[in-house]
């Protein structure tokens, strides 16, 4: 294995996944020693835990015959920047909060919303991480315009470009992202910006109870100026707040929010309430339990009254009918009837963080035995050795996905 | 140029397919096929062994089969408006055309989604939607006429994509039938399935992995309101310059088109006339929609862009009259050109939208040194040129200057940081020049895929990715066994 500081001996800081410690983790600065990497581990069908700022590492399947981690954070900075163009080039391990505030200086807004304060740019793309500015800011792959990338033979290659429409081949892009680092590390990435808002103003208000009054809120997202709305409830504490951000001109932004203000007792909070709203989406606790659920917009109330009925609490973005529920539940089996149920309304539930007993017994994407096959398939042929997160992303015999 | 004529059909596999689809349904005649040797790329027309329309997903999924157990490949098809020869079959292969498969199965106005079927013609969906406020945002120029399945292979865009983005932004899930002949659904209908994003993949792979027999698609709210300027200029530089004006303003329009001289001399002299002054050098049409309250501020922004690189007047449509007559000089622009030449070569390169200004005047001085016409007419707001180049293919000795100047314009777009198409694909028309874009490995990557699910490239074959002989000699004239003749 190439020589690197962190790879003579054991880490300061071993990364704890599920299914694993990983003690031996390399830490390279530049894109060419990724491949080097990659390739002697591949010649070695050494197993890599590829890791940009450790947000998610809890959030996948346990991992199989992981010798090494690789961490990308050494692939750091932004390499190219058009505030004319409203595009940029940044290297994978490039944290977040720093993109952000670079391209904010030039009047553009990054439309990648990850929790947590340590998310990279390329845990964010290989995790397909959004937040509550979802609604407003689309998917991560609407972002991406074009990957760079080392694949499981050690090979450095190429998708997309730097242009903000492109049908010049295959859209891999797609593919990569949410792929969970499987099929190839993405080591940097052009990115199309968001014009910056002119204003950006924060409001809580406290609703009723009951699916009526769920319902009426969630129709509020749909407010051109609404860059985020969320409600969230706790059956144990008694609370339940929403928060809505307005975001855009100022015209836009002083209309909606006399709309609102007709409808509801809105109370102006700090401008960055809704950043502490969905970091708090990236922390351990309260419980055991963290999961996802997303259902078409018609049915979130009716799952948001179950994931309450069942003691979880809920912060939920009703734009994009996006649930995080958090808390404990006494069998397995029920985590499989709100997946099951999830499925029926359309969407999917995925298991973020489980007690370590129950990850042998579950899925945690619900991944599809339909397409099992293509996934084999497709994972074979991008990473031939399989070593690129091993187990992390792939249903295991043992495990139901439902 | 020549037309290869079909070769006898076996009979064995011809009455099969007639079992399939009927005798109404499958065509296989001599002069039967005419209409299906190409697409809107009518510079290599081939005649398909058979022509088949089937009318459910399980028909398609019995032709593909059939053609498997004849060992024919077979090209999916829509209404054939590809302008890259994504739908061009051989001599050998069995053209399936989804037209039949054209109704809207459901509406489902509370999730904003509907679930189609390929042959649904693009702008049918959207009427058949308007009655609840909704539309379906994808608006190639073509949409009158093209279908949703065409419009997922090729991940087709129009004028409003630099708001609305192009169809991969807008489907959910996907049914498929497979190269092997199973059939199997992709993604969900909040549009996040588990596993991978085969539907992601799926859109823009022209029609390389699977035929496409239902489409969950997301409908948009039809927008509260909506503002239309023209500005006139001087020329298409300065027009292209204030693009980038209003890009670093921070608007973002629904619509950034430009339409230059000669397109609107073309326009001007035929019946889609839009009344625009004959000392125009370039108009630049600029559509903002969303909020009321939000757009006089907008509006604002557009005219000082434009002002501070010298336009001439600048007109805001008072009505949709005007909001219409202002549109015909853009949608307009193909049909008038029919007036300038026989034949209309229609490019469709990008680049960075800064670059705009230099490669405008790139591409007019490839051309001129060529000795072709050119006029350009193009969605400016995305960088996503068309260069619409006017000549007459029985002339060889131009159409060979067509086709070095098109190589050159590529080369001068990617040269800049751009690529080989925005919107129409790759198809046969430009699987030479991938080069120009990418390398070995990276065509490796989308080997790599396509062969998951196609593995002997029975499914629409010699699309997209050069061979591997091209690969080698990495020469981005070298042209393939099926590409666009010189000559």
């Known amino acids: 294995m190439t020589e690197s500081p962190a790879s003579t001996g054991l880490h300061p800081d071993p990364v704890e996944i599920p299914g694993a410690v990983v003690e031996r983790i390399f830490e390279p600065t530049r894109p060419e020693e990724v491949g080097r990497i990659v390739r002697e581990a591949a010649n070695k069908g050494d197993g890599l835990l590829v890791f940009g700022g450790r947000t998610r590492l809890h959030q996948a399947n346990p991992a199989r015959e992981i010798r090494f981690g690789l961490c990308l954070r050494g692939l750091s900075g932004i390499d190219e920047f058009e505030p004319e163009e409203g595009v940029l080039h940044v290297a994978a391990g490039t944290r977040i909060r720093e993109v952000r505030e670079a391209v904010h200086a030039e009047g553009w807004a990054l439309p990648l919303d990850p929790p947590g304060p340590s998310s990279t740019v390329g845990g964010t793309i290989a995790s397909a991480a959004v937040g509550p500015r979802a609604q407003s800011f689309g998917r991560v792959a609407d972002a991406i315009l074009g990957l760079d990338l080392v694949g499981g033979d050690g090979v450095a290659s190429r998708c997309g470009g730097r242009v903000v429409k492109n049908v010049t081949g295959y859209d891999l892009a797609k593919l990569y992202c949410g792929s969970f680092g499987t099929l190839g590390i993405v080591t940097g990435a052009w990115l199309r910006l968001h014009p910056k808002s002119a204003v950006r103003r924060v409001f809580v208000t406290q609703p009723g109870p009951g699916l009526v009054e769920f319902d009426r809120h969630r129709r509020w997202a749909g407010l051109a100026s609404v860059s985020a709305l969320v409600w969230r409830e706790d059956p144990e504490a008694g609370s339940r707040q929403v928060t809505i951000e307005l975001a855009g001109s100022e015209e836009g932004v002083r209309h909606d929010h006399a709309w609102l203000s007709d409808r509801a007792e809105l109370v102006e909070v700090e401008p960055d309430e809704m950043d502490r709203i969905r970091d708090e989406r990236a922390a351990k606790g309260p419980g055991p339990l963290a999961l996802r659920v997303r259902v078409l917009g018609t049915e979130c109330g009716a799952m948001v009254q179950r994931l309450l009925d069942s003691g979880l609490a809920v912060s939920v973005d009703p734009g994009p009918g996006t649930i995080h529920a958090r808390g404990r539940l006494a069998h397995p089996e029920a985590l499989l009837a709100i997946r099951e149920s999830a499925r029926e309304s359309g969407g999917l539930a995925v298991f973020e963080r489980l007690p370590d007993t129950w990850r042998r017994e579950l899925d945690v994407f619900g991944l599809e035995s339909g397409h099992a096959a293509l996934h084999a398939s497709l994972k074979a042929r991008f990473d031939p050795g399989g070593i690129l997160n091993p187990g992390r992303f792939e249903a295991g015999g043992d495990r139901d996905g439902v | ?487």
């Not at chain 2, 004849?70 to 054939?80: E, I, L, N, T």
């Not at chain 2, 073509?142 to 609305?164: D, F, M, R």
């Not at chain 2, 500005?231 to 209003?246: L, Y």
């Not at chain 2, 591409?363 to 060529?370: A, N």
């Open chain 2, 1 to 487: 140029m020549t037309i290869v004529a079909s070769p006898t059909p076996p009979t064995a596999l011809i009455d099969r397919l007639v079992g399939i689809v009927g005798p109404a349904h499958c065509l296989f005649r001599e002069g039967e096929l005419f209409a299906y040797e190409c697409d809107g790329l009518t510079l290599a027309p081939r005649t398909p062994l058979a022509v088949v329309l089937p009318a459910t997903t399980e028909e398609v999924a019995r032709i593909v089969r059939a053609c498997r157990d004849f060992d024919r490949s077979f090209v999916p098809r829509g209404a054939g408006t590809g302008l890259s020869g994504g739908a061009h079959a051989t001599e050998d292969s069995v053209l399936i055309e989804c037209s039949r498969m054209n109704r809207v199965l459901e509406i489902d106005p509370g999730n904003r989604l509907a679930v189609v079927q390929p042959g649904v013609v693009n702008a049918e969906l959207s009427q058949a939607v308007a009655h609840l406020g909704l539309f379906y945002a994808p608006d190639p120029s073509s949409q009158q006429a093209c279908t949703i399945g065409g419009n997922i292979a090729e991940n087709s865009g129009g004028p409003h994509t630099l708001k609305y983005g192009t169809t991969t932004n807008h489907i959910l899930a996907l049914e498929m039938v497979l190269p092997d002949g199973r059939i199997e659904r992709f993604g969900n209908r909040v549009g996040e399935g588990p596993g991978f994003d085969w539907v992601g993949a799926i859109v823009g792979s022209e029609g390389t992995l699977g035929i496409v027999t239902e489409a969950c698609v997301r409908l948009t709210p039809i927008p509260e309101g909506v503002e239309t300027l023209l500005a006139i200029f001087d020329d298409v530089v300065a027009a292209c310059r204030a693009v980038g004006r209003v890009i670093r303003s921070g608007v973002v329009p629904a619509a950034m088109e430009i339409v230059d001289r000669r397109t609107i001399e073309a326009v001007e002299a035929s019946v889609y006339a839009a009344g625009l002054p004959k000392s125009a050098g370039a108009v630049l049409i600029v559509e903002l929609d969303g909020n009321p309250v939000c757009l006089d501020g907008e509006i604002r922004l557009i005219h000082e862009a434009c002002r501070r690189e010298g336009c001439q007047a600048i007109e805001r449509a008072r009505n949709d009259e005007e909001r219409t007559r202002f549109w015909r000089a853009r949608k307009g622009a193909f049909g008038a050109m029919g007036r300038l030449a026989p034949d209309l070569y229609v490019h469709d390169a990008v680049v960075p939208r800064v670059h705009l200004p230099a490669i405008l005047e790139k591409i007019c001085e490839i051309c001129d040194r060529y000795r072709l016409k050119l006029a350009n007419v193009f969605h400016a707001g995305d960088g996503n040129l068309h260069p619409n180049i006017c000549f007459d293919k029985r002339d060889p000795d131009e159409l060979e200057r067509v086709m070095k100047a098109g190589a050159e314009i590529l080369e001068a777009c990617v040269a800049v940081g751009g690529v080989i198409s925005g919107e129409h694909g790759i198809g046969v028309e430009k699987r030479d020049y991938m080069h120009l874009v990418f390398d070995d490995s990276d065509l490796e990557c989308m080997t790599r895929l396509r062969q998951t699910f196609n593995p002997d490239a029975a499914c629409n074959p010699g699309k997209m990715i050069p061979t591997p002989r091209f690969c080698v000699e990495a020469n981005p004239r070298a042209r393939g066994y099926d590409a666009v003749p010189i000559g």
